[in-house]
């Protein structure tokens, strides 16, 4: 995950409060060798990504699926929210989530 500016989680903060901020996530697994990752984005309705990340999905090789990765990048950018929610004392608002 790369740090935000100072800006962006004001952006953030006052994206969810009007509830137009657009999450999304995807995930990523090859089942020759194993491997999964997952990236999430933060954005505003005009597609200016304000927070992104990404990470591998761990895991035994032979129980790994696409589902995984798919779940790991909804996880990872739920918390990302959540934490951010929690320091910013968002009491109300919303947004947006996709699937890609």
């Known amino acids: 995950m790369e740090l935000p500016q100072e800006e962006d989680l004001l952006e953030i903060t006052n994206s969810i409060e009007d509830g137009t901020l657009l999450l999304c996530s995807d995930g990523s697994f090859c089942p020759h060798e194993g491997l999964g990752s997952h990236a999430w984005v933060f954005s505003t309705s005009e597609g200016v990504i304000l927070l992104r990340g990404s990470g591998p999905i761990d ?19 739920l918390f990302v929210l959540s934490v951010l929610v929690q320091i910013f004392d968002i009491s109300s608002g919303g947004g947006g989530y996709a699937l890609l």
């Open 59 to 77: 895991g035994l090789p032979r129980l790994l699926s696409s589902y995984r990765p798919e779940m790991g990048g909804i996880t990872a950018l």
